[in-house]
């Protein structure tokens, strides 16, 4: 069987080769976050209620996939905190565009903390359907996601 | 982007390197949403980070820089509420240990940082900015660097001023800048409907399931909201701006919405009526089986889900001062209904202190504090996200707050029976 691969477009590049987490609806950023950085937790546990696909989930280091995110416009805010604080899940892979508050966390954290985090949107809607949590992808710097064996 | 040549040598550090940073985040923001140019900002500016948490070092050290660098906003701006109110919310010795030396350790320090670069004033602390007796009002076509979500929303559907949902951070670096990327609700085509939503319901819905249902359906996209007039009338009176107000607050936390039209009532649409709808519109329904179905979906985090409350907050977003006369009177019907003259939960009902110092001529003041409520102007949100507070069976009538806490969601009528003991 062919594997099967995602382009989308690149906001932040970079390599990685692991985990997904999928949330299939929109992330909630401070409702996902907030409870292991306030903490000061050395890795995020997934704490919105609402959100069964990443609720209780190691989200640090991985690799999520979400549509985009939603909620508080601190969400921005959050993200290059995580980020700071090095707990930030490795890539941010939107089906979607990239929503106005990711984007902003993901610029702020590259601009302002040195952040790595990858970031790439509009990897169309197949990607939440075909990649479910815990398949190993790849991510190249060309802003191709494919899911592995 | 294309860039004035003003904006260009800011860019490559003729205003100094911080300007410079800021300058190049906002570019990268605006050229990832396919902005062509910047816009300035017409009015004052607020901003969603009130809250001194100790581990937002990212802040304070920005905050520093901005500060180092001599920037002001040329706008003052107001901030969402402060997340502390010994006074009025009190709390044991380990709650208050836990905020003042832990959580919120740096508030003190970040307040003074936003008195440099432009903060309004000592009452500036509210997410109803908006509200008369606060007086950060844009008006119809004001260009904003706003944040909080619920103040968003609220400008750009209920006043018909411009603001893309911008993130904390953004905000500051915006209002410093006096300009923004102009793109999404920026422009008139950002604007225009994706989603007919029709209101089929027998009477005026509850406002915090409404926007639940709608945010949760939409997203970040924009409703056209047809049948709400039928109950809201065509004219925004300070009831309906009151209703508006906690709508759209649960539009934009359960969902993303920073914008949306109700025919015949909010500004843009009264103008320009179904011209606002996009090519190809997605519809809704929303009868009162959806909006029980909604409600019913909510899920209680309580360890114990019979619990007793023992705390509740009414209030976020921040009442209004009509909010505040309804509430008093409601909970007066209630507390005699029950043949008690005290509420039997322990609550705080949070408003701006500009609404709180006029709430306070009023004799219906009085009243509601013999009633043993408390009135604060606390971000009811930022108390029970802590720890301690985060295990306690607290109950509200927000939707905001439901989302961001283990708090349970009740409707109006429900909250007003349980703190009244109301059999």
Redesign the interface.
Known sequence: MAKKVFKGRVICPGEYLGEAVVSRQGLNTLATFQKSALKNAKQIIGSDQNNPDVYGKNLTGIALVLPQTIGSTTGGLVIQTICQMGINPAALLFSEEIDSLAASGVILAKNWENSKIIAIDKLGKNILKDIKTGDKISISQDGVVTLLD | MKLTKEEKEILNGAQGQTKA?IM??LV??GD??GAEKFVPVTTNGHL??SFG?G?????YR?MDEIIDAGLKTPYPFTVDPRPIDYKNVKCGLLNKLVFSKI?YSQQSHYEQQLSKIGLKNKNAFTCTCYLDEVGNTPKYGDVLSW???SA?VFANSVLGARC????????IFGALLGKVPKF?LLTDEGRKADWVIEIKTKKLPEAQILGSAIGMKV??QVPYIVGLDKFLGSELTDDVISYLKDFGAAT??N??VGLYHIENLTPEAKKLKQKLLKDKVKKYVIDDKELERVYKSY?V?WKNKDAKPTLCFIGCPHLSFNQLIDWTKKLQQNLKEAKRKKVCVRTVMTAAPDVVEKFKQMQEYALLIKMGVKLSSICPLMYT???IA?GKPIITNSNKLR??S?SRYYKDDEIAKIICGVK
């Not at chain 2, 581990?55 to 802040?59: G, I």
């Not at chain 2, 893309?164 to 905000?171: I, P, Q």
């Open positions: 940073k190049k985040t990268e923001f990832l949403f969603v980070t948490i581990l937002l070092k990212p802040v920005i959580m944040a909080e979500s968003v893309n949902r911008n993130s904390g951070m953004l905000d999404g997203m970040e934009a936390s969902g993303a899920p985090m996200n802590n720890p985060g989302t961001y283990k």
